[in-house]
């Protein structure tokens, strides 16, 4: 029988002396190669040509210094050099080492290919005139997030050269600038551009990992995002043309958030490819069992070891290099809840290595969101990360779809909801039952799409997946989407499903941008994209997923709609609270918050739960701390028959002010005025904004 006992002890220390310079530094005698392996018995430094990756000019031993880091220092060690690591060590369970493999150093800057088993690490010089230019550091209650694939974004813009399609510079072209600005987000968070390799089995089908969740490098930018003269002209090239990018969004105000996967890496499960972490030392750097069997909570063959000094620190110090010296704003860490386990392979929150990223002075400021969870054994773990995180909120994402889309489905069936409108009011004011008051609202980032799962549209156009063209058979992909049809399954010319679905897009972004949180935008969803019911494509680099930019009439009044919302949010602080509200006592900037139903009484119990009554109003008043006092009123109406709301009598309150309804095709500034008691009426499943006066 195979024991659990894990190989490696926990992190003693992050910050040992003895784990600093790892990789290439210069020094006055030439390069400088430091290497981390707890196990092996013979590193060697292998030097190519600089033009020729199978032209080897000198193999140089590396000696150990302490600490289990192994140094050598050569003149032949310079910018531009084409290096790999060689490493022998012992035989037996766990140990992989193998003296001939070619192996990238795990601290590169750079890298050069010409397929997954000839990689090379290149040593560079990552100088770079950032001409003053500073991060924005936008407040996190005022941050609106657009998630993006950088080249699915940019590939088929009409007002980009071609050249620059798909590139780190078509970001960062004027033309895209001007549009994400005038959308009004503030922060674009970028799917995976660490270097990444697409797994064998995608090669054989034909197909490619797109999404980019398959690291080979936590250091290097992914080069085939570069333009075509800079990866000519090599890795340093790539790093100046992805800091131009950097530099060019900053100076526009808008973040850079990178989604990184730390979690697991490229070389798969015990026999899959082998280029680097498995050759240096397989035992500290990926979970396992004391027979060498991996322990794989990830779900893509490995788990990256956190409960080592090694795997632990290699994460800090890329983290430390991304924020600094390529002036990254925030980390959305991919299936975070691999790095918050412990070296019995469980989750803490109190995890050494989740502590100190929000402690590590060379990470101050920067955003921390996490995605809760992995698929190990206790791997849901949203709301348990600590004071200083946020957190994707997948319990907002199926309340919000549910209540607009399934519990609507369902009453079309069965004459009423499962459910009353409780659930969603809480998601709507921040998600108290899931963030405690010391982490507040603005530990929620709230989203309802993202790169993984249906689009917006997909999702009010389909009840399935459809994911044949992935080549698994449909088999891939999640079956519970919490989406609806509204009769139809996929394309339709039916006007009456087509205008249904357009509203219920309308209802999804405004709950999204009007709820307390940070809200996280699907790059493609502010027009309605679709990616034809497939609700997996990661492995389609293709016009499937490349955005297009010719839209209909009817897509540029949703857009017009989201630029609508996301002025609305910065223009009210009532709308986004820093903190949650303490009961009978003002705290500075939360809002104060209360809820109404149609006849304008405060809700009842019954009102609350009872799945025939899904119509409330609320009222959320800012208690003022930077900004002035601000209030606003919220209708939301959830069954498909209209109904006439009253509106409240508040003390204070004369007048209510329309700013915003998703019953209109096309956004209005400013609709109508009304009086506490005026009547409203509100059509089926719909909502309307009020700034109460």
């Known amino acids: 029988m195979v024991s659990p006992t894990p190989t490696t002890d926990a992190p003693a220390g992050l910050l040992s002396p003895a784990l600093d310079d790892l990789g290439v530094t210069y020094t006055s005698d030439g390069g400088r190669l430091r290497v981390w392996s707890g196990h092996a018995d013979g590193i060697e430094l292998v030097i190519f040509d600089d033009t020729d990756l199978d032209w080897i000019i000198d193999t140089i031993p590396l000696r150990l210094v302490g600490g289990s880091v192994w140094e050598v220092t050569t003149p032949l060690l310079r910018p531009g050099t084409r290096y790999a690591i060689r490493v022998s060590g012992p035989t037996g369970p766990g140990n992989t080492f193998n003296p001939r493999t070619l192996l990238l150093d795990p601290y590169a800057r750079g890298l050069v290919s010409g397929g997954f088993s000839d990689w090379r690490s290149v040593a560079i010089d990552g100088s770079f005139d950032w001409g003053g230019v500073q991060k924005p550091r936008v407040p996190l209650d005022r941050t609106v997030i657009y998630e993006e694939h950088l080249k699915g974004l940019t590939k088929r813009h009409p007002a980009i050269t071609p050249a620059l399609h798909g590139t780190y510079a078509g970001l960062a072209n004027p033309a895209m600038i001007e549009y994400l600005q005038g959308l009004g987000v503030t922060s674009v968070e970028l799917l995976p551009v660490h270097a990444f390799a697409s797994e064998p089995r995608l090669h054989q089908l034909g197909l490619s990992n797109y999404w980019g969740y398959n690291t080979l490098n936590f250091f290097t930018p992914h080069a085939a995002y570069a333009t075509e003269a800079s990866r000519r002209e090599g890795p340093e090239a790539i790093l100046r043309e992805f800091k131009g990018m950097v530099r060019l969004l900053h100076e526009a105000g808008l973040e850079v958030i990178l989604d990184v996967v730390y979690n697991h890496t490229a070389e798969e499960g015990v026999g899959g490819p082998r280029s680097s972490f498995r050759g240096i030392d397989n035992r500290s750097y990926y979970r396992q069992l004391d027979d060498g069997t991996y322990v794989d909570e990830t779900g893509c063959g490995n788990a990256v070891n956190t409960a080592t000094d090694a795997s632990a620190r290699l994460i800090l110090d890329s983290l430390r290099y991304w924020a600094n010296d390529l002036q990254i704003d925030g980390f959305r860490f991919d299936l975070a809840a691999t790095l918050g386990r412990d070296a019995q392979h469980h989750f803490t929150p109190d995890h050494p290595l989740l502590r100190t990223i929000l402690d590590d002075p060379a990470l101050a400021d920067v955003k921390m969101i996490a995605e809760p969870w992995d698929v190990g054994m206790g791997g849901w773990q949203t709301g348990n990360f600590g004071a200083g995180w946020s957190e994707w909120n997948d319990r907002y994402r199926d309340r919000v779809r549910n209540f607009w889309l399934s519990d609507v489905d369902y009453a079309r069936r069965a004459s009423t909801a499962p459910v009353g ?128 930019w010719d839209h209909a009439d009817w897509q540029k009044d949703l857009q017009a709609h989201v630029r609508r919302l996301i002025t609305l949010r910065g223009e009210n602080p009532a709308l986004r609270p820093i903190r949650f509200a303490v009961q009978d006592r003002p705290t500075p900037s939360a809002s104060v918050m209360d809820w109404y139903d149609e006849s304008g009484a405060m809700m009842s119990i019954d009102r609350w739960t009872n799945p025939a009554h899904r119509t409330l109003q609320y009222v959320a008043a800012s208690t003022p701390e930077h900004e002035a006092f601000n209030r606003i009123l919220l209708m939301v109406h959830g069954n498909e028959s209209p109904i006439d709301v009253t509106l409240p009598d508040i003390e204070g309150v004369t007048r209510y002010v329309e700013l915003w309804s998703s019953i209109d095709e096309r956004p209005a500034e400013i609709a109508e005025t009304y009086e506490p008691g005026d009547l409203v009426p509100l059509p089926g499943t719909s909502m309307r904004l009020f700034r109460a006066e």
């Not at 357009?502 to 994209?529: Q, Y």
Request: hydrophobic letters at 30%; one cysteine or more; aromatic letters at 8%.
């Open 421 to 548: 409108i409780g659930g969603f009011a809480t998601r709507l004011a921040g998600s108290s039952n899931t963030f405690s008051h010391e982490r507040g609202p603005l530990a929620s980032v709230n989203f309802v799409t993202a790169h993984d799962g249906f689009t917006l549209r997909d999702l009010v156009s389909y009840d399935v997946k459809h994911n044949l063209a992935n080549g698994e058979q449909n088999r891939d992909g999640a079956d519970t989407n919490r989406s609806f049809n509204h009769g139809a399954e996929g394309p339709t010319d039916d006007p009456h499903i087509l205008a249904t679905r357009r509203k219920a897009m309308r209802n999804l972004l405004g709950t999204l941008l009007l709820s307390s949180g940070i809200p996280m935008l699907t790059a493609g969803d502010e027009f309605g994209r679709t990616q034809r019911g497939n609700n997996n494509a990661y492995c389609h680099d293709s016009t499937l997923t490349w955005l297009s």
